[in-house]
Structure formats: structure tokens, C-alpha cells
């Protein structure tokens, strides 16, 4: 069975750093997966945030030039660095894969993701 485990979130201050570690286990076979994380917050849809797809890194434009993703797709492992965090980054933070794809993917979608992680929840104060 595939196991997807976030860990890192906490409270933090505004303008603080916080770094998000997920690894994903259980796959059978020697396929690769790309490594995506997403978050939601309560009355709202799931949003994309990053996603590592082998040497391609994709971010949502609200946390463009403040988060970084890092990672190993081999070993089903990735990190979402987070700085200049604010309020609004506040959220419950899930890690989700996919097999690594080519052009037209759509990887902005939840639905396209078969395996998430439980969340880890990410509280930013003013």
C-alpha cells in the first residue's frame, strides 16, 4: 500500500521560514513519480502550490519567488522551503504524487494526483 507523509508545519511569524518534508513509499515496480503539494484552508478548494516533476519545478503565482521545492524522484522524496510566509499562506499543507509527466499535464488539478499525504497544518501570525 502507498504511505504519504508530510511533516514540518507549525506557527510561525509573519516574514518567517518554515521547510515542509514529505516521502511517499509502498509503489511497486521501478516507475518514477512526481512530487506535488497542495493546500487548503476551511470553506475553500484544494489549491496547487508546487509540484517537482525530475529537473521541472512548477509554482503557483502567489508563492512565486517565496517558496522553493527540492526533492529526489527516485527516492519518492520532497521539501517545500517557505519563506517571506504570510497570513494567507495559512493553511493545511498536503504532499501528493503522480507519475512524472510530459507537456499538457495537468498537474494544477487535485484530481490529477492518485496518492496524498494527511496534511500538515502551516498557521502564519501578523
Known amino acids: 500500500q502507498v504511505h504519504v507523509v508530510e511533516s514540518g508545519g507549525g506557527l510561525v511569524q509573519a516574514g518567517g521560514s518554515l521547510r515542509l518534508a514529505c516521502a511517499a513509499s509502498?509503489?511497486?515496480?521501478?516507475?518514477?513519480?512526481?512530487m506535488g503539494w497542495f493546500r487548503q484552508t476551511p470553506g475553500k478548494e484544494r489549491e496547487f502550490v508546487s509540484v517537482l516533476n525530475w529537473n521541472d519545478r512548477y509554482y503557483a503565482d502567489s508563492v512565486k519567488g517565496r517558496f522553493t521545492i527540492s526533492g529526489d524522484n527516485v527516492k519518492n522524496t520532497a521539501y517545500l522551503q517557505m519563506n517571506s510566509l504570510k497570513p494567507e499562506d495559512t493553511a493545511v499543507y498536503y504532499c501528493?504524487?503522480?507519475?512524472?509527466?510530459?507537456?499538457?499535464?495537468?498537474?494544477?488539478?487535485?484530481?490529477?494526483?492518485?496518492?496524498w499525504g494527511q496534511g500538515t497544518q502551516v498557521t502564519v501570525s501578523s
Open positions: 509502498g509503489f511497486t515496480g521501478s516507475y518514477y513519480y512526481a
Open positions: 501528493a504524487v503522480t507519475p512524472l509527466f510530459s507537456a499538457g499535464y495537468d498537474y494544477l488539478r487535485p484530481t490529477s494526483y492518485k496518492n
